[in-house]
């Protein structure tokens, strides 16, 4: 599985963003979006089952962000409202198989991964 990233950019607080991560059309069951800042790990952003009848997101982001998938064009998104500088990062999109939606926050439950996308949020 192949993904790329894209969509990130500078945003004043307050504004949005979509991001979206196109893969390679394999199979997965979940797919997932992770972010991480200089000297700190990897974290769980929003993730959805590949039917879209389960999401999960941090609760950081409840409510702000929404994660979809067209798979028409196997393209998930991410889209961002009211973004804070907190939510400043790499964004990462994951694709993987073997866990239910109960792991789905970890890492180690995704397969694939993109090369990340910044988005940079200022006060």
């Known amino acids: 599985v192949q993904l790329q990233a894209s969509g990130g950019g500078l945003v004043q607080a307050g504004g949005s963003l979509r991001l979206s991560c196109a893969d390679s059309?394999?199979?997965?069951?979940?797919v997932g979006w992770f972010r991480q800042v200089p000297g700190k790990e990897r974290e769980f952003v929003a993730a959805?089952?590949?039917?879209?009848?389960?999401?999960n997101y941090a609760d950081s982001v409840k409510g702000r962000f929404t994660i979809s998938r067209d798979n028409r064009n196997n393209t998930v998104y991410l889209r961002m409202n009211n973004l804070k500088p907190e939510d400043t990062a790499v964004y990462y999109c994951?694709?993987?198989?073997?866990?239910?939606?109960?792991?789905?926050?970890?890492?180690?439950?995704?397969?694939?991964w993109g090369q990340g996308t910044l988005v940079t949020v200022s006060s």
């Open positions: 994951a694709a993987g198989s073997g866990y239910s939606s109960g792991h789905y926050h970890l890492v180690g439950a995704y397969n694939y």
């Open positions: 059309g394999r199979i997965v069951s979940y």
């Open positions: 959805m089952n590949w039917r879209g009848d389960r999401r």
